[in-house]
């Protein structure tokens, strides 16, 4: 067994319920913590067992039944897994327990799980009201199917998301919010899945390019992910490796339809034809980025619109575009995060407008500022620059777009009957060629709005010690579990 390593990430751990993660940082601690039905295999999409000694869909789709590894021990001396905790754990994420929780990703879930039925101590049923084709890549591999223990849940209620419960090889040590989680091996680990290959995990919130590249180089950090500008300067530093990959994120301008200014398509359409989106990957992303030409990253493998457009940047066919609907001289706000790389884009965007004739005010915000924004505050807004990451299945991207998103995380108030209806027929369709199909037709409907500028697929950029020998999902997030001693 290795001895102690420390993994500097983005953004500070915030919850580790799965039921209320956050984002990556939350899910590479998670996944150390807890353990699912199933697994992706590292580095692919196809699923292993982990838990499960049988899992089982049937020939139309609506039932699985598994059978779990018997022996599996929760920490904490809470006792073996049984059928029950995973009744109880995928029920509360879809809302059917009491009370109902009010998890983000329900939609994981409902309206799709109608119950799990428990056969006995470790056999059970996922029983489903529809075919739900999403569960295998974004559900039971990930977060809303890892498996809680119902005890712990009931017994330290909130106090679960510092202090949880699982069966996977590490436990929780510390948590010190805003600061670092540390996980150490778990000595009565079952060993239904990988088991732990170091003495001490600390997972560092690292929230400063610089602190974590001097933090890589002295060897206070042993990888972390970086910026594109600090790539060649890294891939230069003796005892690092750099690893690079397309990711399943997006970033786009959200115009806001809404808005008396952008109501009129040519509007948009204009808008979309003035932004200089090179300049954004070339200035911004260093060269490392993906031009996005559409919401589904070629990664995800289903859904990719190939011959999605990328429109040429023409200043002189937005200019008509804008004199045509009466919207010369136009005044804009964009809102975009304070931090990071966001600034730089917008004042590409703001510089590559101008020249448009259309002035931009940028409205840098906070975190907490920008993302608790209000259904009033969103139909405020005109522009927003946004970033949303994205799991192995385009209906997870989708559904921010769906019209009952509007005033949370459907940032252009967009609403579209046949995007809406689409994205639930292709949740119910089998066969990834089939939902491609269903897929593209909605990416097409999204292009024909001009209420989102696409502008890049970021990369995830790692560098790490040549003494560790890291591992990786497709999409260029850590797979800590897969981790080795170089």
Not at 26 to 53: H, Q
Not at 121 to 130: A, C, D, H, M, W
Not at 448 to 461: G, H
Request: aromatic content about 10%; glycine content about 8%.
């Amino acid at each position: 067994m290795g001895g102690a390593i420390k993994i500097g990430q983005s953004t500070p751990v915030q919850s580790l319920d799965p039921a209320f993660a956050l984002g990556p940082a939350d899910l590479s601690v998670a996944s150390c913590v807890f353990e699912g039905l199933v697994a992706f295999r590292p580095g692919s999409y196809e699923l292993e067992n982990v838990l499960a000694e049988e899992f089982t869909p049937s020939d139309d789709g609506l039932t699985i039944h598994f059978k779990l590894k018997s022996g599996i021990a929760f920490h904490g001396g809470y006792g073996e897994l049984t059928a029950e905790d995973v009744k109880y754990t995928f029920e509360r994420v879809a809302g059917l327990t009491e009370p109902a929780i009010e998890s983000p990703y329900v939609g994981d879930w409902s309206p799709y799980l109608k119950e799990v039925r428990v056969l006995g101590p470790l056999e059970g049923e996922i029983v489903l009201n529809t075919l739900f084709s999403p569960l295998y890549r974004t559900t039971l591999p990930l977060l809303s199917g890892l498996v809680l223990c119902k005890k712990a849940l009931e017994e330290r209620g909130d106090e679960f998301a510092t202090k949880p419960i699982g069966t996977g090889p590490y436990e929780v040590v510390e948590f010190t919010p805003d600061q670092q989680v540390v996980v150490k091996p778990f000595e009565g680990y079952s060993g239904a899945g990988a088991p732990a290959q170091f003495e001490e995990i600390a997972f560092i919130a690292t929230t400063d390019a610089a602190a974590v590249q001097a933090s890589l180089s002295s060897g206070d950090l042993d990888i972390a992910m970086i910026e594109p500008a600090q790539v060649e300067r890294l891939k230069t530093t003796e005892g690092l490796i750099v690893d690079e990959f397309s990711s399943l994120g997006f970033v786009w301008i959200a115009v806001n339809l809404t808005h008396p200014a952008l109501k009129d398509v040519r509007v948009r359409q204009a808008l979309r034809l003035a932004v200089d989106v090179p300049a954004v990957l070339a200035t911004a992303y260093e060269g490392v980025a993906e031009q996005a030409s559409s919401i589904i990253a070629p990664v995800t493998g289903i859904g990719v619109w190939a011959d999605a457009p990328k429109y040429d940047r023409d200043v002189d066919a937005a200019k008509a575009l804008l004199k045509e609907a009466g919207s010369e001289g136009l005044e804009l706000e964009l809102t975009v995060l304070s931090s990071g790389i966001y600034p730089t884009i917008a004042q590409l965007v703001q510089a590559s407008l101008g020249e448009a004739g259309v002035t931009v005010r940028i409205n840098p915000q906070d975190d907490a500022t920008y993302w608790s924004a209000d259904a009033a505050e969103l139909a405020r807004r005109q522009l927003t620059l946004v970033e949303f990451g994205g799991l192995p299945d385009p209906y997870f991207q989708m559904q921010w777009f769906t019209s009952d998103q509007i005033g949370t995380y459907n940032m252009q108030n967009w609403s579209n009957a046949d995007f809406d209806r689409l994205h639930v027929e292709a949740a119910q369709t089998s066969g990834d060629e089939a939902r491609t199909a269903k897929y593209v037709e909605m990416a097409r409907l999204m292009d024909e709005s001009a209420a989102m500028i696409w502008l890049v697929w970021p990369p995830r950029i790692w560098a790490h010690r040549t003494l560790l020998n890291p591992a990786f999902t497709p999409y260029g997030e850590v797979a800590v579990r897969g981790f080795a001693s170089a």
